[in-house]
């Protein structure tokens, strides 16, 4: 059985050391925030300028004016900092983000990324997407598998404009979490529960690596 939003924001959320510095994308990434374990101390960044976001809010603690990148209201935890959106890329680029989690339209088996662009359709920009891919160590992507329409978003190279090149370190899916390998490929590291071997390799385009027996995801 294929994962929720929730389910790919659960497991991610187990990916996730104490003292990392965290920036979470538009889309399932944000959802991660809600799942971190109780006993894991992290400091989620928005490139919009906060340092320290918590949860999403209940009804009644919402602020209109405190959100994050992706417009949707949240929560400061304490200690948590305020500041210019300059500073906010500053720290981005300057390599003081340690991990990145991001959605995308696409992967490649190289580890490219296609997330911010579809030709034909309006955009606002880049965001800061470009800064992140470019700067972060560890990079995850949250994503579905497949398409609207059946097409594996797991390919052999992108078709989409992409966001940067050979940055993407895992990859964790409706159908599975999967490396990419230096060389290049996709490495099978769990699957969904319900979810075979076989129909994630059917479900990837691109160069899929399945050794040994494949462990479901706890979730």
């Known amino acids: 059985m294929a994962l929720d939003k929730i389910g790919i924001a659960k497991r991610i959320a187990q990916e996730i050391k104490t003292g ?28 919009n300028g906060l340092l320290g976001i918590g949860e999403f809010p209940t009804e009644e603690d919402v602020d209109a004016d405190l959100i994050n990148a992706g417009k949707q209201t ?9 500041f210019h959106s300059a500073e906010s890329f500053g720290m ?16 490649s088996e190289n580890g490219d990324i296609a997330n911010w ?23 995850i992507v949250a994503m579905q598998h497949k398409s609207r329409d059946g097409e594996s978003k797991l390919l052999k190279r992108c078709t989409l404009p992409i966001t940067g090149l050979k940055c ?13 390998l230096p060389e290049g490929g996709f490495r099978l590291v769990e699957r969904a ?5 076989e129909e994630i390799k059917n ?17």
């Open 193 to 197: 529960p319900g979810v075979t071997a």
């Open 20 to 47: 990392t510095y965290i920036n979470l994308g538009i889309g399932i990434p944000t959802l991660v925030a809600n799942y971190i374990p109780e006993n894991i101390h992290v400091v989620l960044q928005s490139e």
């Open 117 to 139: 662009k579809i030709p034909g359709k309006m955009v606002k920009g880049m965001g800061g997407a470009m800064d992140l891919v470019a700067s972060a160590d560890n990079i």
């Open 203 to 219: 479900s990837t385009a691109g160069k899929l690596v399945i050794e040994g027996d494949i462990p479901e995801m706890k979730i």
């Open 168 to 180: 993407v370190n895992k990859i964790i899916t409706d159908l599975a979490v999967l490396d990419v």
């Open 92 to 107: 981005i680029r300057g390599g003081h983000v340690d991990l990145t989690i991001l959605g995308a339209m696409e992967v």
């Open 74 to 82: 949240v929560t400061m935890r304490a200690g948590s900092s305020l």
